[in-house]
């Protein structure tokens, strides 16, 4: 059964000159960790802003835990938990003010739902004294999620939650959305992180409005259409050039401390000739190996 439904979600700005959401259908089950994937602009928010009943669609429908998002927006905003991607609590409020001070919008209290925030709460509960806008970014994050969640939502919606989080963090939370989903609760987080999105069940991967694909993250990897090599040498910029230069690769892009590529022919004689060609170019240390794709490269593929 499904908890979130889009049918046909358009959404545009500056008097329609700016396609923010463009025809945008998926749902979300009920219990589900869902991750909507895509850089900043690619129309996430939009999309929150439209399920959390804070900005109405141009056009097509959407309903929340089987509300729809226009029609029924008073029992979605009580149903729902949502942390918008800047932090937005009372930075003059103490921790445990935020905290208490939710938990009465939604008519009840910390106390009552305790249990359910107690694993986050904890790791922030000595600095419960301490303003909202003096704790670090992980610190912030983690009240958010304590704000969101006080009135024991059906529903969790998280946008960006990650962005600009130190790398200990980010792996924190998403541990703790685990531990949320096993609680029965349907969680909608976005990133622009590529390798958060083999954190989730299903992914969709968004770009300029449009849903590239939805899957879960290995349907997705598996539907990448070609073999993936992976190329390194001494000087990575020269070999960039060098590489986008040859009539025999067919796509190659820049991946950390590799370029990642594709042949147009793929046999070994195709792959031995890359060798000798570089090294008449006079790279050094050349390495090519096959490798399996990633989401970010089957998210590449899918934009081009």
């Keep these: 059964m499904a908890d979130v439904e889009l049918h046909n979600i358009v959404k545009t700005y500056n008097k329609g000159e700016v396609k923010a959401v463009n025809d945008v ?4 089950n009920e219990g589900e960790l869902f991750g909507l994937i895509g850089a900043d602009g690619a129309g996430k928010t939009s999309i929150f802003r439209i399920l959390t009943t804070l900005l109405l669609p141009d056009s097509g429908n959407a309903s929340v835990s089987g509300f729809d998002v226009i029609k029924d927006y008073k029992n979605i905003r009580s149903s729902v938990g949502y942390m918008p991607g800047k932090f937005s609590l009372y930075q003059d409020l103490s921790v445990e003010e935020n905290l208490n001070f939710f938990a009465s919008v939604f008519n009840t209290s910390v106390k009552e739902n305790y249990d359910l925030i107690k694993d986050i709460y904890v790791q922030i509960e000595p600095f419960k004294d301490r ?8 610190m912030k994050q983690k009240l958010a ?67 590239l694909s939805i899957d879960t993250p290995d349907e997705i990897v598996k ?82």
């Design 25 to 28: 259908s998926f749902s979300v």
């Design 131 to 138: 303003r909202a806008g003096k704790l670090s970014g992980g």
């Design 145 to 211: 999620l304590c704000c969101a969640l006080i009135h024991r939502p059906k529903v969790l919606f998280l946008d960006e939650p990650t962005t600009g989080v130190d790398t200990v963090s980010r792996k924190e939370f998403w541990e703790m959305l685990k531990r949320l989903k096993q609680q029965g609760i349907t969680i909608l987080v976005s990133t622009p992180y590529m390798d958060e999105a083999t954190l989730c069940e299903r992914i969709a991967l968004i770009q300029n409005g449009k849903i």
């Design 223 to 304: 539907q990448f259409p070609e073999n993936l090599f992976a190329v390194k040498a001494n000087d990575m910029s020269k070999l960039l050039n060098d590489l986008r230069k040859n009539n025999e690769i067919k796509t190659c892009n820049a991946f950390g401390e590799f370029h990642h590529i594709t042949f147009q022919n793929d046999n070994e004689n195709s792959h031995n000739e890359l060798i000798h060609i570089l090294q008449k170019a006079n790279h050094q240390n050349i390495e090519l190996k096959h490798i399996t794709p990633s989401i970010e490269d089957c998210f590449i593929k899918l934009m081009n």
